[in-house]
């Protein structure tokens, strides 16, 4: 079973960047697909961008392309979403996903960490 942690969100002004880590606890980490996913209030948790368990078929939501970059470390059991050119629109809860799939669906995966809060200033 995998724990996810979070971190390096905050507050940013438009404009601005944000690097997003997850680091995962569990031994299989480099064996499961990786997503974030983000939540806005009122909103439901949508796709930002995802990882093939080798660094490949990487994918991106229209919103986010040519901004957000996702990228693993294997051997510090770590996915990141580089987010630049922040935007108020961005302003949400982002979370980060494991899986034994390759989706842009919240249904693909099956462990999910606690979320970190990127607000965006405008």
């Known amino acids: 079973q995998e724990q996810l942690v979070e971190s390096g969100g905050g507050l940013v002004q438009a404009g601005g960047s944000l690097r997003l880590s997850c680091a995962a606890s569990g031994r299989t980490f480099s064996s499961y697909n990786m997503g974030w996913f983000r939540q806005a209030p009122g909103k439901e948790r949508e796709f930002v961008a995802a990882?093939?368990?080798?660094?490949?078929?990487?994918r991106y939501a229209d919103s986010v392309k040519g901004r957000f970059t996702i990228s693993r470390d294997n051997a510090k059991n770590t996915v990141y979403l580089q987010m630049n050119t922040l935007k108020p629109e961005d302003t949400a809860v982002y979370y980060c996903a494991a899986g034994w799939i390759s989706s842009t669906s919240t249904r693909g995966y099956n462990y999910w960490g606690q979320g970190t809060q990127v607000t965006v200033s405008s």
């Open positions: 990882i093939f368990w080798n660094g490949g078929n990487i």
